[in-house]
């Protein structure tokens, strides 16, 4: 008997590595602790009131932003493991199959838990108010999608510790990832973490679609709506263009690996390339779903700090959408080396060059914003500004790799590696970030430390352009990715040190953001005005925080920088009294447990299918049919909010009723 | 004007990164910007080229970025034009999405060329002198390579003669992987069940470093093979000391060596003839011939057959296999 | 839930829109024709994935060794059938007759159960035959691509019960009636694409 719980347990939970003892002891403390608290302060109540079953928008964002920061802090470790292993040749820090399975979660936790849901918190907080709406179209769908992200997350990141971590690379090409491969359960928990959040992302996508088809505020028309607003609607469309295909091919691996299918394995005629085709018509738009709401967030954020109307409104919102449409037809360029024939190959290097064109047009629009403008260098203007030089290099790289023949010596090698950061961190990354300092006082009512965010900005630019500079030279010395060690002899010792240092330097870049929120809550400036940054959208017209319901009333809009031209009209004319809108009980989503329920069993489901357990896979999927019937059998959905609250609310954020 | 100073620190530690990178690439240590070869001299050719290229697009917006920065910050007594309400131009939208379309175009005419140049088997200055054949097998974690014609085989390291057109077969019996000898050439990807092609010369003698490029399992960091480019006499001193010397690889040892481990370099006198064939047919290679047995009214696999049947002609005569066949079969199957 | 100017009467005649629960209802049909949008390119990827590995049968049998003409007939006038019968059940709605709606869904619930008991009928049949889901790549895209069509219809069976029982505790209200819309929607687009099924992988297989 006791032999074989040791034995169980010494396959279910991973051993025999320092590190990962030190996690587990980490997170069960943590856990602990948490518990404790709640335990102790009686706030089970409240987190479940408040928090857990929420259907309003912004607690949501807030939520997905705090899983995200948590997750770049994983990411950045894994990061950090990294670069600690190649710092110098022949280091014996991570064993080869510990530095796979880091590479492995690095890259599927960067992009799919940590640039997802940061761009979909970066939805939450801000599309809504942008529009004039009190939330979103379907509110419970959105809470479903959080949940779903979550549980997605968590599953995928207790395979550190339980069972073991996937190890085939961020996109797991079978037949690496087939069992002949991959025997262990790793790659079952990248499979069933990415298919649980991949359809909460899915779900977004067509919640914020209907959202900004169907909830403007009167007078919007598509041509007055904000850019962050279009760029959303864009990066939406490729999101229900594509997550189906993740789902599909996620799914075919996992028929493959559970019940015996010979889709993408070497024997019984199956077709490992079919996988790779699929999984990047998904992927590159991917990278494109991620990178669109950037493009907005900057747009926006160049508008304000210039004071200056956005320039080439109708070429921004033409770029938007071509290159949403482009971004399908490029996949073939991340495998140019399957040699698919000179025809192919020649058709996606133009394809990718020519989503170079309206790109750059965007680049240039944003330069003459600025031109004729006023620049005021606040924090979100800095990473702005950080932003452009960044990815004008890294799109022109990009264009070098897409010239098919050259990317024969560019593939999988270390240039590679440098291009995709220097677009993902310039791009994503540093975007994400302007729109969190942009938006922040906006939905917690304090701006950020400015003298702390300062030197996090440097150290985060100073660290990206140690860190991956050397790694494009790296790439002209054939240093191929996902090496665990090299040896002395082909001379990339010095330059991968360099590298190290500006990893580290942009790590310590990201303990200075986490010590500036902590710093800011308690003393950050407090913005009484709802307007810390004399902005131009209709977001910024109303109380910081926003009451529950938004919008006391509805705005009309007839331009397209409302609140930039109500304030000017104001100013024109002061003496003309600031009409009072009639307040009325509003009608509102009540809160759910549902969707937390609903997500709960797809993690019990997928944890079953993780370990071929088919008791507790059913058990869970029974789990999701019921809390579906029950969502479907309630009525009681909806509820006003009384004139008495609204009044009060109103009154308690200084506005005039 | 502190500020100032520290975006001018960071632009100066950029150029001077960069220049460290293009400047260091006249050291051999940069295998890539040292082409041994006509293929890696194309590929070098057009990577300057683009780098050009982008440049023309890179450096104004540069030096336009710094300029608009610096011109029109919000500080009192600032001169500069201020026109919140300029915000559209027709001159300037034509001007910025003109030149990337020309840049694009011109960068693409010169794409095209080469890919169809590089897919094309090469033609020789020298028509007399016949191409060596290599047959390459990436397994998990070493190389094997067999001379078809002179029925040798090594692990991990290869022999070429310089100035002869060398054409690799590449194929895979373990996770895909890629072949990738930077000085003479770009990779191409070893797939199981497929037979690709990459011609490959080296212009003089020398020793080149070569490597897996594509992640496939545990010990990937040490799948790499030395190449070694000689003189015709040489290369054939060399082939009959291996003839001479040392053992056989059998079915047997095959299967052993494919079990996997790393490797050292290894040596074999001879290899059973039809092994690469044999290789490629049972990962996926055999399902094309059913096929052609089974399903010969099959309307919709015409296409397929039809390369198929050209994979089968290409295996029984190797000698005159050339890159678009085997491409077009890959195609079909996408 | 809400739409922003429910309460908008007031002050905003500017936005002449419906208001109401109208408003909402139908907007959650447009958020399901989106869904139906994704489910397309859920399929279309399981078809582009048959249709490459068809082929793949590595020595096992091929579709035209397996498919029984009669069966998958009989499997298509069934799903087509119950396709009419969930159109005549959205015409009863829409004449109010609450009886006669859930009559219609019910004759469609009960032609979908036996659509579902003829195709798993036809699989065991395969599988017994030897032709498993193990078998070969040609076989693994078959049962995932017609497995998945399948799963589809059984989920709407369930679907179907509970929004029947919702009638028979409501009637027609405009969120039933909007429920009734959406799973006929749903319902029509599994026949459509049982037509896609039926060309590419029975018609084409047994020719």
């Known amino acids: ?97 510990h530095y796979n399975e880091v590479f492995t979660t690095h890259g599927t936790i960067m992009i799919l838990f940590m640039a997802m849901p940061m761009m979909f918190g970066l939805f939450n907080m801000v599309v809504p108010l942008q529009i004039g709406a009190r939330d979103v179209a379907y509110p419970f769908l959105n809470s479903v999608s959080f949940w779903l992200f979550l549980f997605g997350a968590m599953l995928f990141n207790i395979s550190f510790v339980i069972g073991g971590s996937p190890d085939a690379g961020w996109l797991s090409y079978p037949p690496l990832s087939e069992l002949s491969g991959s025997s262990g359960v790793g790659e079952n928990f990248y499979i069933w973490g990415i298919q649980i959040s991949g359809i909460g992302s899915l779900a977004t996508g067509i919640n914020f679609i209907v959202t900004i088809l169907k909830m403007r505020a009167p007078g919007m028309k598509f041509m007055k709506m904000p850019m962050f607003t279009w760029s959303v609607f864009s990066s939406s469309i490729i999101i229900i263009f594509a997550f189906p295909i993740l789902t599909v091919t996620l799914a075919l691996l996992f028929i493959d690996r559970y019940m015996g299918g010979h889709l993408f394995t070497m024997d019984g005629g199956g077709f490992p390339m079919m996988y790779i085709n699929l999984i990047w018509m998904w992927g590159h738009p991917e990278v494109y779903i991620v990178v669109l709401p950037a493009f ?98 890294g799109g022109a790289t990009g264009v070098m790799l897409a010239v098919a023949p050259a990317d024969y010596q560019y593939h999988n090698s270390y240039f590679l590696i440098a291009h995709f950061h220097q677009v993902l961190i310039g791009g994503v990354v540093f975007g994400y970030l302007a729109g969190i300092y942009y938006w922040w006082p906006k939905l917690f009512g304090f701006k950020l430390n400015e003298r702390l965010g300062k030197y996090a900005f440097w150290l985060w630019n100073i660290g990206f352009y140690v860190c991956f500079m050397p790694q494009y030279a790296l790439g002209f010395m054939g240093m191929t990715r996902r090496v665990y060690t090299y040896g002395w002899d082909m001379g990339w010792g010095p330059l991968n040190l360099v590298s190290t240092i500006g990893a580290f330097l942009m790590g310590i870049g990201f303990v200075f953001q986490v010590w500036q929120i902590l710093y800011s809550v308690k003393y950050g400036e407090r913005d009484k005005t709802g307007d810390p940054w004399n902005a131009r959208t209709l977001e910024w017209s109303i109380p910081s925080p926003p009451p529950m319901y938004n919008f006391a009333v509805v705005p009309v809009v007839d331009e397209r920088d409302p609140f930039w031209e109500e304030k000017e009209r104001r100013n024109f004319a002061p003496a003309e009294p600031v ?66 609250e609204v009044i009060e609310t109103e009154k308690a954020a200084g506005r005039a009723v | 004007m ?87 131009s027709k001159v300037l939208e034509i001007l910025w999405w003109g030149i990337p379309i020309v840049i694009i175009v011109i960068l693409g005419g010169y794409t095209a060329r080469d890919t169809y140049a590089l897919a094309r088997t090469p033609k020789t200055a020298v028509t007399d002198v016949k191409p060596v054949e290599i047959q390459v097998t990436s397994l998990d974690w070493k190389w094997l390579f067999m001379y078809p014609e002179q029925n040798i085989a090594t692990v991990n390291y290869v022999h070429i003669p310089a100035g002869v057109q060398v054409h690799f077969e590449l194929t895979s019996d373990a996770p895909m992987n890629s ?20 011609w490959l010369q080296a212009d003089k003698t020398g020793s080149f470093y070569g490597t897996g490029a594509n992640f496939s399992g545990k010990e990937f960091a040490h799948m790499r093979f030395n190449v070694t480019s000689e003189s015709q006499a040489d290369f054939n001193k060399w082939v009959d000391g291996v003839k001479g010397k040392s053992h056989e690889l059998t079915e047997a040892g095959y299967n052993e060596l494919a079990i996997p481990g790393k490797s050292e370099e290894q040596t074999f006198s001879s290899y059973p003839t039809e092994l690469f064939d044999s290789i490629v047919k049972k990962n996926g290679g055999h399902h094309m011939d059913m096929d052609m047995d089974e399903n010969n009214d099959d309307k919709v696999d015409t296409d397929e057959q039809k390369s198929d049947s050209k994979n089968a002609h290409d295996m029984d005569d190797m000698s005159d296999m050339d890159m678009s066949n085997m491409n077009s079969s890959e195609m079909n199957h996408k | ?27 959650k049909v447009l958020g399901f024709w989106i869904f139906l949008v994704t489910d397309c390119l859920l399929f279309g990827t399981l078809f582009a994935t048959y249709v490459v590995l068809k082929g793949h049968v590595d020595g096992g049998p091929t579709g035209k060794e397996l498919f029984e003409i009669p069966g998958f007939v009989a499997e298509t006038f069934i799903l087509l059938t119950s396709s009419f019968t969930s159109g005549l059940a959205v015409l009863a709605m829409n004449k109010g007759k609450v009886n006669q709606l859930i009559g219609w869904l019910i004759v469609t619930a009960v032609l979908g159960a036996s659509f579902v008991g003829l195709e798993i009928n036809e699989f065991v049949n395969m599988v017994n035959e030897g032709a498993k889901i193990s078998t070969s790549a040609f076989l693994t895209a078959f049962f995932t691509l017609v497995g998945t069509h399948g799963l589809h219809v059984s989920v709407g069976l369930i679907w179907m019960i509970g929004l029947m029982v919702q009638l028979k505790m409501r009637g027609i209200t ?34």
Request: include cysteine.
């Open chain 1, 1 to 97: 008997m006791y032999a074989s719980i040791k034995s169980f347990a010494s396959s279910f939970f991973v051993t025999g590595d320092p590190l990962i003892y030190g996690a587990d002891v980490s997170i069960a403390l943590t856990s602990i602790a948490i518990l404790f608290v709640l335990f102790y302060f009686k706030k089970w109540g409240w987190l479940w009131r408040e928090w857990l079953t929420t259907v309003d928008h912004k607690k949501i964002g807030i939520m997905y932003l705090i899983a995200s920061l948590l997750m770049l802090f994983r990411g950045g470790v894994d990061a950090l493991l990294m670069r600690t292993q190649l710092a110098l040749p022949n280091v014996h820090f991570l064993q080869a199959d």
């Open chain 2, 2 to 88: 502190k500020k100032r100073s520290n975006l001018r620190g960071l632009l100066l530690l950029i150029t001077g990164l960069l220049t460290t990178v293009l400047l260091s690439g006249c050291d051999s240590k940069f295998v890539v910007f040292d082409p041994q070869g006509p293929v890696a001299q194309t590929q070098y050719k057009l990577i300057i080229l683009s780098a050009i290229l982008c440049a023309i697009v890179v450096i104004p917006v540069l030096a336009i970025t710094v300029f608009i920065v610096l011109r029109y910050r919000d500080k009192p007594g600032n001169t500069a034009p201020y026109k919140p309400h300029w915000d559209d």
């Open chain 2, 179 to 198: 072949f990738w000898i930077p000085q003479l050439g770009g990779q191409e990807y070893t797939m199981p069940g497929m037979a690709m092609s990459l």
């Open chain 1, 579 to 644: 009409p009072v809108a009639k307040l009325e009980p509003i009608h509102m989503p009540r809160n759910s447990g549902i969707p937390f329920i609903f997500a709960a069993c797809w993690f019990v489901a997928g944890f079953g299918f993780v370990f071929g357990w088919n008791w507790m896979a059913f058990t869970g999927l029974a789990g999701v049919g019921i809390s579906l019937l029950v969502r479907s059998f309630t009525y009681d959905t909806d509820y006003y909010v009384p004139l008495e």
């Open chain 3, 174 to 207: 405009p969120v039933t009636r909007r429920k009734i819309t959406v799973i006929s929607l749903y319902w029509h687009f599994l026949d459509v694409v049982w037509i896609f099924l039926f060309t590419i992988v029975y018609l084409m297989g047994v020719m």
């Open chain 1, 296 to 393: 907005g967030i900057f747009s926006e954020i160049v508008a304000t700090f210039s004071r200056k109307r956005i320039f080439g409104y109708k070429s921004m919102v033409f770029a938007l959408m071509s290159i949403s449409i482009l971004s399908f037809f490029t996949w073939v360029h991340h495998f140019f080396t399957m040699g698919s024939g000179a025809d192919v190959n020649v058709a996606f290097a133009i394809a990718t060059m020519a989503i170079g064109i309206p790109t750059g047009a965007k680049v240039f629009n944003w330069l003459f914003t600025m031109f004729r403008g006023r620049i005021r260098l606040e924090q979100p203007m800095m990473w702005t500004l950080a932003f452009i030089p960044c990815f004008v290099v």
């Open chain 3, 1 to 27: 839930m809400q739409h922003a100017i429910d309460n908008g009467h007031s002050q905003h005649a500017a936005g002449s829109h419906d208001h109401g629960h109208h408003d909402q209802e139908s907007m």
